[in-house]
């Protein structure tokens, strides 16, 4: 259901809510989930992001949001100069996802260091967004709510395990996907929680041997 | 946020509170936030509403397309001619609004970017001529927003989901509602602004040239202003549509799923699929976009599924 907010805002930099405040949030995810500003970022533009986008400031705003900048700041308008700066090389392409992909989709490759990542992800409408896929695993993220991704090796318990640091961590879950790359081998897990999810779950989660790679993804107001 | 008018209306009326109250606690409930901080944030969303119309009067710079831009400015500076002062003043801060929003200005989409300009246009106009307070504006925001939320639940507040009626349409109904419970409609009135608010507006469709949030959107906003203050006056006057609010609300989301996917905001029917407008668009360097409204043109339904919102 809508929020308030959600009827009385996003407060954006025009001029669609879609092509620009979306767009600027998808940047802002591959940022997140990087954990931090890319040196290097190849982006696809598929259906009408690709085809209207250019007046829509499409690419400035998933610029802006590999930056950092929420879909407020007002220097997104000026985010290839700002790209320039912070040293974020970039490129564009339009590409297709196929018929079944939403018309407002792109894919975002980033790189940090020896650090890369690839999300696909669309722009459903109002400035909220979807992810889709996380390198090459199915998720489910929308940004909207506190979200917990976890690459875990796909071992007997693993899951039980990782609900249950959740549970008494007090958490109440929203949302969870898991996908996994073979029998045995490696699973992606996203969690969207109700509440801010506390530090000290992250730490003890980092402990196990058995998570590879973690990220906390805060909720946009 | 309420699933019906009638239901947002008996949650006021039982726990014996206003409009804007009911709404304040059904967003603490559901976000945890505190009412103060709601309206704090309400306040600092006017003020980059107030910020952008004055932006966009204040200017003559046109957007990159050079489609809209300076026009807001030189509708005031014409000023009232066949419409009263208020009324002139209101269509040109709307169109102000779209003309920042066209060349990447800070606005608030309320409840989209496409139909940022209606809300601030009627509320900053009325409150001059009309004495309301600071504070007053805020609770007029929050009932703005409690019908916003209602459409969007029953029927849809995005162009690609119910074409322009769900944009401009909706942000008239709720700037029409604010304004009758600012002048002290009962609730009941204030549903009554809603119905005639839509029911004027019932298959607008979305059809923006070039794909562009500038043409029609611009002056769609503007006439979306007059449409809703038209409205709050009918039911401040004690004239009721016999049609309940949540069942015109209905019809326009039967009407928005009916309605033919190049009038959902895909910029390839209406105005945009004119010779003008593919000529715009070809201008604007949208050559894809044409070729896909020609074969829309000779092939009817179908491919068309491509466009903003």
Redesign the interface.
Known sequence: MARLFDILGPTMVGPSSSHTAGACRLGLLAQAILGGTPERARVGLHGSFSMTGEGHGTKRAIVGGLLGFQPDDPRLRNSFAEAGEAGLEYEFDAIDLGEEAHPNSARLEVWLGAEGTRIVGSSIGGGRVRLDRIDGFDVRVTGSLPTLVVLADDVPGTIALITGMLADSGLNLATMRVDRTGRGERALMTIEADHEIPETLVADLGEQDWVHWMRRISAWA | ?FLSIAEWFEAAESRDSSLPVA?LRA?EK???AGGDQ?RE??R??LV?MRTAVDDGLGSSEE???GLTGGRAKRLAEAGPRLLGADFSAMLSRAIATLE???????????????A?GVVPAVLFTLEGSRGWSPDELVDG??V??GV??VI??RAS??G??GGCQAETGSAAA?AAAAVTYLEGGTPEQVGQAVAFTLQGMLGLICDPV?????IPCAYRNATAGIQATAAAEMALAGLEFPIPADEVIDVMGEVGRKMDVRYRE??LGGLAATPAGQEIARR???S??VQLQRRGATAGEGSA?????
């Open positions: 946020m709404v967003e559901e976000t945890g709601i944030r309400i600092e969303t980059v957007s990159p397309t920042v929003n066209a060349r990447m200005g800070l606005i608030v989409a309320a409840p989209t970017a496409g940022a925001m929050l703005a927003g916003g939320g969007a639940h507040i995005a690609a989901g709720m070039a794909g562009l949030v500038e895909t910029a604007a360097g949208m894809e976009l599924r491509f466009g903003p919102s």
